[in-house]
Structures are given as structure tokens and as C-alpha cells.
């Protein structure tokens, strides 16, 4: 059922940023994004060999879309989230920002899905973006430089913009092959960088120096890579298949509470401005979400035929 998909994503999600925050005392920006994305295809790989009958034929004009999808929603913000937290030295700020996925949904749905907003929609929109201003401002008044800010609010348009891709030109593909190319082909594109460490320590995006913690390290990127990348993206991209983009986005209407949480739990700051930007954004998504749930007979492909 795509509620019960929708509770385990938000869950596993919303643990991933301290779950990111553990795998960089050990481990470099482009390595986590890397082992996530090979370990999830792996995952799926190996279920998908063994365990499922689904055999999909992938047309040749379907590799540029599905290689689209690999890069922007996937190799990009899978470097830049683990990036950026470290570089401000926190991961509960910038799980906040994920709330911004399913209004940037609507925005993109426009001219790639042809969606024109309804009129709720578009006061969400632009009630959520305001909100949002206030959270970049309490970003740049804790000293989170403005290149940075920016670079991460990359992050929630590349999944959305990920996200009505696949429901734009890869519908027709069975989730499992889908996502397990994504994942994989994310993955093989970052392998090259691994290959310069210079060039990665003069980006910020190596190991590092003193690496500390490998028990914990591994057992965080392990448990992100099989659960929170590959079983909740294959789940994330059945919801899109069977519930549209927009609905599927409404996870970021939990996530970013959890991230806060965890984000206390490591004793962050947490300012008022924060809460009331996150409070907003979160209003303005349950604007837009409400009644999200498509009437239609399509359900979740199983994972099995």
C-alpha cells in the first residue's frame, strides 16, 4: 500500500543525515555518495537476479533518460548533501531543506508533465519559498557562506526535477531495473574521481585527514546503502509510478522534523527562526498535499511477479 511505502521511506530517510554525518568521520563526500549507490545497486542486483522474474528490455532511447536521472537526482546531490554538512559542521539544517522538493515539484511539473498548478498549489508555492528565505537567512546569519547555501538548495530541485523525469519519460519501465540503473550508473560516474585524491583534497571532497570511528563509519554506510538508498528508492520510485511525483515528495513533509530531532541529538543549534521557516514550509506542503492520493486503481509494482 502506498501509505505503508510512504512510513518506511520517511523513516529511513529521515535518519540518513546523521547516518551521513557518522560515514564522514571515516569517509570522504564523493566515497559516500559512491558506496551508497553501488552498494544499493548491489542490493538490488543480487534480488533482482535471484529472487524476481522481471526481465526488462530497456530501449536505446531509454538509456540517455534513465542516464539523465542517474546524474542529476542521484551522483549530484548524494556528493553535494554530505558535502555541504560538512562544511558547516552540522546535517540537521540541511536535512531541512528536503522540504523544498515537493514545491519544486509543482514548479517543474509545468513545463515537463504539462501540470498546471491549482490555485492552493501555487499560494503553497510561493508561501513555501518564503518561508524557505527565512531559513536561508538563518543559514547566512550562523555563518553558512552564501556559495554554499545555494549549492545545497541544488539538492531538493535535482530531486525534483529527478523525480517528474521519471514519471515524464520512464513510466514504462518496472521500478526494480529502473532504479537499480540508476543507482549503478550514478555510482560508475563517480568512480574516475576516486582516482585523483589530489584533486578531491583540493575540492574538500576527500577523506579525511585523520580518519576515526570505522566500526561506526562502516556500519552507517552500510545500513544507507542497502536500506536508505536501495530498498527506500525503489519503494520512492514506485510511489512516483503509481502516485505521481508530488505525492511521492510528501516525504519531505517528515524527513526534515526527523533531521531536526537527530539534529538535537547531537546537540545542534536550533534557533526560533528555524522552527517557525521549517513550520511554514511544512504548512505550506500540507496546503499543497492534501487529498495527494491518486483515485485510481494503479497500486505499487510488487517486488515480486
Keep these: 500500500m502506498p501509505y505503508l511505502a510512504f512510513l518506511f521511506i520517511c523513516t529511513v530517510w529521515g535518519a540518513s543525515f546523521i547516518l551521513m554525518e557518522r560515514a564522514s568521520h571515516a569517509l570522504g ?53 554530505p558535502y555541504t554538512m560538512n562544511q558547516a559542521g552540522e546535517h540537521a539544517y540541511f536535512g531541512m531543506l528536503v ?28 508561501g513555501g519559498m518564503g518561508c524557505m528565505t527565512l531559513a536561508v537567512y538563518d543559514g547566512s546569519a ?3 557562506s552564501a556559495s554554499l ?22 513510466d514504462h519501465i518496472a521500478a526494480l531495473p529502473l532504479t537499480t540503473l540508476f543507482l549503478g ?9 576516486q582516482a585523483s585524491p589530489e584533486r578531491l ?13 570505522w566500526p561506526l563509519a562502516i556500519a552507517s554506510i552500510a545500513f544507507l546503502s542497502a536500506i536508505g538508498t536501495g530498498v527506500a528508492i525503489l519503494l520512492f520510485v514506485q510511489l512516483i509510478k503509481s502516485q505521481g511525483p508530488l505525492f511521492a515528495g ?47 486503481p494503479a497500486l505499487p509494482e510488487p517486488l515480486t511477479e
Design 149 to 170: 547555501l545555494v549549492l545545497a538548495l541544488t539538492v531538493p530541485v535535482s530531486y525534483a526535477v529527478g523525480n517528474a523525469y521519471v514519471k515524464w519519460k520512464l
Design 201 to 213: 583534497a583540493q575540492w574538500h571532497l576527500a577523506a579525511p585527514a585523520q580518519p576515526y570511528d
Design 29 to 81: 563526500p564523493v566515497e559516500i555518495g559512491l558506496v551508497r549507490m553501488l552498494g544499493g545497486a548491489l542490493v538490488l542486483g543480487v534480488y533482482w537476479g535471484i529472487f524476481s522474474r522481471q526481465r526488462e528490455r530497456i530501449k536505446l532511447r531509454d538509456w540517455g533518460h534513465i542516464l539523465v536521472v542517474a546524474l542529476l537526482a542521484n551522483a549530484w546531490p548524494f556528493v553535494v548533501q
Design 142 to 144: 550562523r555563518g553558512i
Design 99 to 126: 522540504a523544498l522538493v515537493p514545491l519544486a515539484t509543482i514548479l517543474v511539473s509545468i513545463p515537463m508533465l504539462g501540470i498546471l498548478p491549482s490555485r492552493r498549489q501555487f499560494v503553497g508555492v510561493l
Design 250 to 296: 510528501m516525504v519531505t513533509f517528515v524527513v526534515p522534523v526527523q533531521a531536526i530531532l537527530w539534529g538535537q541529538y547531537d546537540r545542534e543549534t536550533l534557533t526560533t527562526l528555524q522552527v517557525l521557516a521549517i513550520g511554514g514550509v511544512l504548512a505550506m506542503v500540507g496546503l499543497v498535499q492534501w487529498g495527494a492520493v491518486e483515485n485510481s
Design 185 to 193: 550508473l550514478g555510482g560508475i560516474f563517480l568512480l574516475p574521481l
